[in-house]
């Protein structure tokens, strides 16, 4: 899970076998599901249709 206010930036560590096996076998690829870490707050997730650019999702890589 996640936490956090407002307009947080979150960061989400991925298991690097997982992603590996995606672009080995794109097909695998069924995303991933975003859980807050409590169940009795609202979260809100922006798309890349949101009307405000400011809003919309970013996607970082980092290579180690």
């Known amino acids: 899970g996640f ?3 407002a307009a947080d930036t979150r960061t989400v560590a991925l298991d690097t076998a ?7 076998k794109p097909s695998t690829n069924q995303g991933l599901v975003l859980v807050p ?17 400011d809003y919309r999702p970013t996607l970082r890589l980092w290579l180690e």
């Open 37 to 53: 870490a409590t169940s009795d707050a609202v979260t809100w997730l922006r798309t890349s249709e949101d009307g405000n650019p």
């Open 3 to 5: 936490t956090g206010a």
């Open 18 to 24: 997982m992603v590996q096996s995606w672009i080995d």
